[in-house]
């Protein structure tokens, strides 16, 4: 029966639960504490009482201020202030000193332990220190009294530089002069001396009085130290006079190729257009029509219908004209022999200053006459640096210089020179190229050829010059292949 009413109750939902709730109060009323401590059973009445006490003496206290400020509840006691720690601060404190049992914490004493380590003193905690009143007010009050004189300096001299400046004769300099002020021409006045230092050598008492005015009167009656005089002419070093140096001019900025160029079809093309304005406005003539053979009837019209023989005789000695002045600038600009054979072999050095190429060749027969005199002659020609080793076994031409000179020579070398070899040498792998590249100095400052009776005398040599690891390289047969534009080199 009880678990029907139950269920019921359940799922007539909290609005029954509630009535049944207000009934049970109805027939069970709330008991009081006095009849509460009845229902108890008597073993916790000692309990409970203990815990009742506890919980009446945690209760807050209503706490008011009297007149004094001092604090009390409402019967008027006095009240003491709680401290950080109350009666119920579960934090674990340290033990007092005697509570710690005797010899509980010694350390047992040994030969490498310092008592004296155990009472030495801390270092003091560092104290808050505040500043007295108005210290620091005064100072800022300092401050701005001295900022404020400084500043009243400064416009005082401005103004007085100002009035300088209006009462004294406006003097235009020059561009390499410097005016001096009136202090400056003082003391170069005070710095003369009375007598110069190179006079003061020759000059008994080193005084100008020891020389007569008068030029006219013999000179062995001045009284001068005529021993150290001599025939030789002592040129004293030049002094700077006070005229700074003027500033140096501005450098011209250094364009590419590209830059250059669009200057100057920029620069042209406003040239032809301000021509072409001053044509418009009638301050030039127009020019006369260019005409040619494809454009006769376009400009002459019926004048060329008319007479076409005539017309035609007349255009080609127009193109004639014109073809002759065009030459004519081409000749004017153009180089005489010995200016040209300058600007090229300036080309040369300067490219191979600049990015300079090594290349190593080795040759493995070099007997004839003719090919040793073409290697030495053209070397000089492309103006390259190096040497022409030669041997009874290996040959070997080190050369440097720059891209365009080395492409020349090391065509040469490799195809164009017939080396004259017997039947049965190969002429065509007679010689190679054991290495091609840069490197950081030049081998030689010229071209010049050397004879060895053996290789060991080549490479000792060579080792005097530190180029010894290129021999060793000819020698152990490397073959490197020839970069036609030596773009990409080891």
Known sequence: MSFSRKSGAASRGSTGSNKVRKRSRDVYPDPEPDDLTELLPSTHMDHIAAKLKKVAQNRPIKAFLDDSGRLV????????????????DTRRQPPKKEEIEPGLYDKPKSAYFDESLVHMKGKDRKRMIFGETGKYTEQGEKMRKLMDARKEFKEKRKAADADLKMSAPQIQPSETAVVLTEEQLQSDIT??????????????????????????????????????LTHYIEHPVPIEGPNSAAAPEPQALILTKKEAKKIRTRTRVEREKDKQEQIAMGLLAPPPPKVKISNIMKVMGKEAVQDPTTIERFVRTQMAERMGRHEARNQERKLDPDAKRRKIIGKMTREANEDPVSSIYRINALHSARAIWKIIENAKQLHLTGMLIRTNGVNLVMIDGGRKPTRKFSRL????????????????????????????????KEFKSLTFTDGLKAKKYLDTLGSGHYWDMAVSGREQKVEDDCDELV
Not at 75 to 88: A, D, H, I, M, S
Not at 194 to 222: F, G, H, M, P
């Open 73 to 88: 509840d409402e019967n008027g006691t006095l009240l003491e202030p709680e401290t950080g720690k109350g009666k119920n």
């Open 191 to 228: 710095d003369v001396p009375d007598t110069e230092w190179w006079d003061a050598s020759i000059l008994l008492t080193k005084s100008y009085s020891d020389v007569r005015d008068d030029l006219t009167s013999d000179a062995l009656q001045w009284r001068l130290k005529f021993k150290v």
């Open 413 to 444: 070398l490799l195809h164009r020179i017939d080396y004259e070899l017997a039947e049965n040498e190969d002429n065509k792998n007679n010689a190679c190229c054991v290495w091609q590249g840069y490197s950081e100095r030049k081998m030689q």
